[in-house]
T-cell receptor, first 115, second 110 residues
Framework: ETGVTQTPRHLVMGMTNKKSLKCEQH?????MYWYKQSAKKPLELMFV???????ENNSVPSRFSPECPNSSHLFLHLHTLQPEDSALYLC??????????????FGNGTRLTVT | DAKTTQPPSMDCAEGRAANLPCNHS???????VYWYRQIHSQGPQYIIH???NNETNEMASLIITEDRKSSTLILPHATLRDTAVYYC???????????FGGGTRLMVKP
């Protein structure tokens, strides 16, 4: 039990599908993050939400659409993805975003395959 | 933003200390050094972080040089379950960890 739960663990989708990834944290944190880990690149930050407000978009294509309805839940809506978007998508949380002294706590990710 | 450099891989005998180095020569005065590890098929796990003093917790010790240009993560008695990729990261000036880099793949051998 990591305190950060991601569903589903595995997802296969076609390029014309629309799907959503879900993340829930049970740690009482105020910041949540989406990271992408693909075979060809290191783990990279996608989005940051701090107190439900988006504070970072790391040049992510618009086919990825995040949503943070409250500090405990984070979604990543996917539409018209490309095969190169296949990757492990990781959610993380921290006490508060923008603090240098605030470790990240990660979920175990959703393994996404785009066919 | 400070960049970090780590050796791509290291081996360690089970029961011995594992010392994982990291260079961060461009680190600035208020930037922390964080260490995470990632075991296959799992999300990264936070290990320890520090600013300028040495730190110790139940998982590891972190030794930061006086000039703060490098640090060493020490696993005092490595076990087979410590086999993982270890990442040394310095957050950017907005406090975010943009990328985890390549890390060091530690193989603990019996």
């Amino acid at each position: 039990e990591t305190g950060v739960t991601q569903t589903p663990r595995h997802l296969v989708m076609g390029m014309t599908n629309k799907k959503s990834l879900k993340c829930e944290q049970h740690l009482g944190h105020n910041a949540m993050y989406w990271y992408k880990q693909s075979a060809k690149k290191p783990l990279e930050l996608m989005f940051v939400y701090n107190f439900k407000e988006q504070t970072e978009n790391n040049s992510v294509p618009s086919r990825f659409s995040p949503e943070c309805p409250n500090s405990s839940h984070l979604f990543l809506h996917l539409h018209t993805l490309q095969p190169e978007d296949s990757a492990l998508y990781l959610c993380a949380s921290s006490q508060e975003g923008g603090l240098f002294n605030s470790p990240l706590h990660f979920g175990n990710g959703t393994r996404l395959t785009v066919t | 933003d400070a960049k970090t450099t780590q050796p791509p891989s290291m081996d360690c005998a089970e029961g011995r200390a594992a010392n994982l180095p990291c260079n961060h020569s461009t680190i600035s005065g208020n930037e922390y050094v964080y260490w995470y590890r990632q075991i296959h098929s799992q999300g990264p796990q936070y290990i320890i972080h520090g600013l300028k003093n040495n730190e110790t917790n139940e998982m590891a010790s972190l030794i930061i040089t006086e000039d703060r240009k490098s640090s060493t993560l020490i696993l005092p008695h490595a076990t087979l379950r410590d086999t993982a990729v270890y990442y040394c990261i310095v957050p950017n000036n907005a406090g975010n960890m943009l990328t985890f880099g390549g890390g060091t793949r530690l193989m603990v051998k019996p």
